[in-house]
């Protein structure tokens, strides 16, 4: 610290509480501004609510005849930006509003961004949800940790089924992804008809699942699409995404490389990975240790669903301790180095059971999500402290790792089956957005709109046109309250990170003037250890009380004007001596 010491005073402590100790009651969320919305009912219209312009977040919303169906419902990764939030939702509000008029939501597969906000969200929408038997499965789990969430009717669909919902009929078909029974939908309307892609790829060998289904794409083609609105994802990305396959023989090729214990890490929900590094491991003789709560649920609800049949029995972790490293896998969770997962744990040495040594191999058999690198160096880090050797994608002439979305050859062999005349990117941020609108007008499609979340887009044979623009706004999941990520509380985190707090307690006469000395904490501040530093806190003091002190007395000085003058007077003094501009609150008691 660079200032020079007053004089030294004492202070008492405060008696008071400061008003940052409340307790808040639960909030409700904020609302989206919806009043005075009106659309053509004769039209087909779709509104992007999130995931467009992000990742995470998708909900999407089409409306014709009245009636409102929603497709998909998924969460996003908070990060630094929202300190004490690990998920944020799409606010559904717009969509409560017309709750009667919701008929229906579709979610196409469990990824997280689809389907993780419904258990949140469902009370508020009361809307049968449509998904496929492995959706399901890991919908009724999810559905289960949230009271209230019984009542949901939730209807199974199949590829290959048609199902009408209100006044959309929507055909469903089967598309390779990195998870199991990921669907696509036809919605077909009086107005005209749309391909919603959900997540896919072109896996030309999948390991679980069938391939994508061409035929059902170019059938559909055949009877006339309007619009497709699809995965950008890796729409910036040339070529072909690749295999699980190879994936798998790439595995089986380096497991036997390895000498000590091998430990993988990877997305819960990618059973196919789950499978093939089972098959990896027993053609090296190794067995499979799971560890993680998602990868057992994951697990558990691809078998109900009869995806992993042909595996040998995993082995219970604390049986691993009887097997020599050399015959050991271990699958687990954390590849985003997530904090309470069980890599990070036993990364930093806080696991129960585990512990890694030197001569132990750890696979990131995932791609870092843009946001999370961070997270993950820590982990490598304390994994490199203990000797443990680490293979990421790029470590290794070996295939480890495959993504689940469409290159710019399957998104161009996706339009050319599907022949729309509108073209609507969605599921990333601008640059892959405006990556996949490039793609579609090299590919000729007459209109292509790239949205935003809020954009209310009319759909027509003449083409799609932005006739609307509705607010949005994100929700951020506390554990027990969901407010709006706009919240004042999380905006006043944000800058307490960076800049700190002085708190002030004046207790003043009736006339506005100072009965005791001024009393002040900080904290994010100062080293309340070193009695050097703490004698700031009381030249803060001093300084409010030499502020206050100029005040004109002729008449009563209100709260207000107290308040601010001790406001402006601290932050000019921190602002001179430290560079900070720190939050003041001010705490007035009056005798
Ligand atoms: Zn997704
Ligand atoms: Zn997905």
Request: charged share 20%; proline share 5%.
């Amino acid at each position: 610290m660079s200032y020079s010491p007053k004089s030294k005073k004492s202070h008492g402590k405060p008696q008071s509480k400061s008003a940052g100790d409340k307790q808040f009651a639960p909030l409700k969320p904020a609302t989206v501004t919806s009043a005075n919305f009106s659309i053509d009912p004769d039209a087909l219209h779709f509104i992007p609510l999130g995931g467009s312009e992000q990742f995470g977040v998708n909900l999407n919303a089409y409306s014709i005849a009245g009636k409102w169906l929603a497709v998909d419902c998924g969460i996003g990764f908070a990060g630094h930006r929202f300190p004490g939030i690990d998920i944020l939702l799409p606010d559904p509000q717009f969509l409560a509003d017309r709750a009667e008029d919701l008929v229906g939501l579709i979610v196409t597969h469990a990824h997280e961004d689809h389907i993780g906000a419904v258990p949140h969200l469902w009370k508020r929408l009361q809307c049968p949800i449509y998904c496929s038997p492995f959706t399901a499965e890991i919908m009724k789990l999810k559905m289960a940790d949230i009271p209230g969430n019984e009542r949901a009717k939730i209807i199974v669909v199949n590829p290959g089924d048609t199902v009408k919902i209100g006044p959309f009929t929507v055909g469903f078909i089967h598309v390779a992804h990195s998870i199991p029974n990921a669907l696509a939908c036809v919605i077909e309307t009086s107005g005209g008809t749309v391909v919603h892609s959900g997540d896919w790829n072109l896996d030309p060998t999948p390991v679980i699942d069938d391939k994508t289904d061409e035929a059902a794409f170019r059938a559909a083609g055949d009877k006339g699409v309007m619009a497709y609105i699809g995965d950008s994802t890796n729409a910036e990305v040339q070529g072909r995404t690749g295999s699980e396959y190879e994936v798998e023989q790439g595995l089986t090729a380096l497991f036997p490389e390895i000498e000590g214990r091998i430990a993988i890490t990877l997305f819960a929900s990618n059973v196919s990975r789950v499978r093939s590094i089972c098959r990896a491991a027993k053609a090296c003789n190794r067995k499979v240790v799971l560890m993680g709560r998602s990868l057992h649920r994951m697990t558990g609800a691809a078998f109900e669903c009869g995806y992993l049949e042909d595996i040998p029995d995993f082995i219970e972790e604390r049986d691993m301790d009887r097997l020599r490293d050399d015959q050991v896998v271990i699958l687990l969770t954390g590849s985003q180095g997530e904090a309470n997962a069980q890599l990070a744990r036993i990364a930093r040495g806080d696991h129960q059971y585990v512990k890694f040594n030197k001569g132990d191999t750890v696979i990131f058999s995932a791609r870092p999500i843009p946001g999370n690198e961070e997270e993950i160096n820590a982990v490598k880090n304390n994994l490199s402290a203990t000797g443990v050797n680490i293979i990421s994608t790029g470590d290794t002439a070996h295939t480890i790792h495959v993504s689940g979305h469409p290159c710019q050859d399957e998104i161009l062999d996706m339009i050319s089956w599907v022949r729309p005349k509108i073209v609507i990117p969605v599921h990333g941020e601008r640059t892959q957005l405006e990556a996949h609108a490039k793609l579609a007008r090299s590919a000729q499609v007459p209109s292509v709109v790239v949205p935003s979340n809020g954009s209310v887009i009319k759909l027509t044979a003449n083409g799609a046109e932005v006739i609307d623009h509705i607010s949005t706004n994100l929700l951020a999941v506390e554990p027990n309250r969901i407010i709006s990520a706009g919240h004042q509380a999380i905006s006043a985190r944000r800058k307490l990170q960076f800049t700190g707090i002085v708190h002030i307690t004046l207790v003043v006469d009736e006339r506005g003037v100072l009965a005791d000395d001024a009393q002040i904490t900080t904290m994010g501040i100062i080293d309340p250890n070193d009695p050097a530093e703490l004698q700031f806190e009381e030249d803060i003091a001093i300084e409010v009380e030499d502020a206050l002190a100029e005040l004109d007395k002729g008449s009563d000085v209100g709260d207000d004007v107290l308040a601010e003058q001790a406001r402006v007077a601290v932050r000019r003094m921190v602002s001179q001596a430290l560079g900070l501009k720190p939050k003041v609150s001010v705490h007035i008691v009056r005798l």
